[in-house]
Structure formats: C-alpha cells, structure tokens
C-alpha cells in the first residue's frame, strides 16, 4: 500500500536511497528535510510494514509548475508496476495542488526510468549537459497536468481521508542545505548546483 511517507521512515528510505542512488545519495538531513517541508507531499510503498519505495513531488501553492523530487523502489520490487503507480500518485497530487505542468530530470543513462517517465507522457524539453557526476548529462522532461485523468490511487490508500496529511510539514529544523528554498528537483550534484528526479 501507499502511504503518506512520515519522518519515521526516514532511516527506511535513506537507506533505499543509498543503495538507489550509490553516487549521488542526498543527505539525512536533506531528506528530512525534502519529507517534511510544507510545499512537498512524500509517500511511500509499504509491504506489510516494510517501506519498499519512495517518491516525493514539490508544488508550491499557487504555482503553475510542480517537481517530481525523486522516486525509488527497492531492487526486489522493481519491475512490479510499482513505480508507476507511485509516479501516477506524484501527478495526482500536483494536480490537487494547482499545478499545470510537472518537470523532472533524469540521467541519461537511465533508461528504465525514462522508459517510465515517456510511457505515462512525459515529454524531453532539454538537456543539461554533464549535469551529473560522471559527465553524464541530465533530460528535463515535462508533462502537462491539464485534462490528465486522476489515477484513483487515492482512493486504494486512503490518502483523502487523512486530513492530518494535507500538505502539512511536521517539524524539523531548518538547515543550510534546505531543498525547499531551491526552485525545481533536488540536487544530487551540489558542484554543479544542478537537480534530478
Ligand atoms: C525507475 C524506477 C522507479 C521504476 O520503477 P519500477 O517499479 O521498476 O517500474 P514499473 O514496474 O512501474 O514499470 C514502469 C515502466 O518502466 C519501464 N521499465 C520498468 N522496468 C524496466 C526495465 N527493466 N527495462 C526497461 N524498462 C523498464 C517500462 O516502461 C515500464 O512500463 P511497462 O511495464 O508497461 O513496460 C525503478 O526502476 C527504480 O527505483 N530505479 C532506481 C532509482 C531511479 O533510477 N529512480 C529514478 C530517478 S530519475
């Protein structure tokens, strides 16, 4: 089931995180962050108690535009359809919230997730070149959330009926590396001052 991700999961999803993304893996502290800000919704997978995956979305109120932050599913439960329902879960909440368009990036070389993000239409916009360590470089890829039906997740986890959850942050200190002060994804590549998805 998918639930609305508490900063009680956070030891479960960094440590998806590290092993999801071994070079780039954002901080605790960030991931607290990115969990609990005000302008981002954060869920996660949950298999009988265990969180298998995770996926965030920023969307400030009132803005036209909203951010896949990241999405990621434990290796053993990949290839399950899982990652699509959480991404169609991502939209529908940027949707909620106002947002016309979502934005993403990607890596290049990453191409079962981009398989994911052109199969529910998304489209490439641009490209940052060697935006990630290794050179490699990043597609920016948008998809419009006007007419885009609802996924009716919500309805499967409850989510609407969790008033608690509404777009409310649960506490957390405030730090330098605050992703919520930043436009866009996240930073994987602080040097480069860059986001991904
Ligand atoms: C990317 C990721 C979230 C996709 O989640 P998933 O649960 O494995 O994907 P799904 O089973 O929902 O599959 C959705 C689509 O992804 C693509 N896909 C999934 N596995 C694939 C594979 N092994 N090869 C190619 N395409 C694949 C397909 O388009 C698939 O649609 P289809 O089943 O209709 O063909 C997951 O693989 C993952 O956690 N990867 C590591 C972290 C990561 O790269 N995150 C994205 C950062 S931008």
Redesign the pocket.
């Known amino acids: 089931m998918i639930r609305p991700a508490t900063i009680h999961d956070l030891g479960a999803i960094m440590a998806l995180e590290n092993s ?2 071994p070079d780039d893996a954002w901080s605790e502290q960030t991931m607290a962050t990115e969990i609990t800000s005000a302008h981002n919704r954060y869920f996660v997978d949950d298999e009988d108690g265990r969180v298998v995956g995770y996926g965030g979305v920023r969307a400030l109120p009132g803005a036209p535009d909203s951010d896949i932050q ?4 434990d290796p053993a ?9 959480m991404l169609r879960l991502l939209l529908d909440q940027a949707r909620e919230r106002g947002a016309r368009d979502t934005f ?1 990036e ?2 290049d070389d ?4 981009q ?2 993000y052109l ?1 529910e239409g998304f489209v490439e916009i641009g490209r940052r070149p060697r935006y990630y360590k290794g050179g490699i470089d990043a597609i920016v890829m948008k998809i419009g959330l006007a007419g885009r039906a609802a996924s009716a997740i919500e309805s499967s986890t409850g989510w609407v009926a969790e008033p608690s959850t509404d777009w409310v942050a649960e506490p957390v200190e405030a730090s330098p590396e605050d992703p919520s002060t930043s436009s866009g994804t996240q930073p994987r590549t602080p040097l480069e001052g860059s986001m ?2």
């Open positions: 999801s993304f990241t999405i990621a599913l439960f990949r290839g399950q359809g899982r990652g699509r329902r993403l990607v890596r990453n191409e079962v997730a398989a994911l199969a991904d998805a």
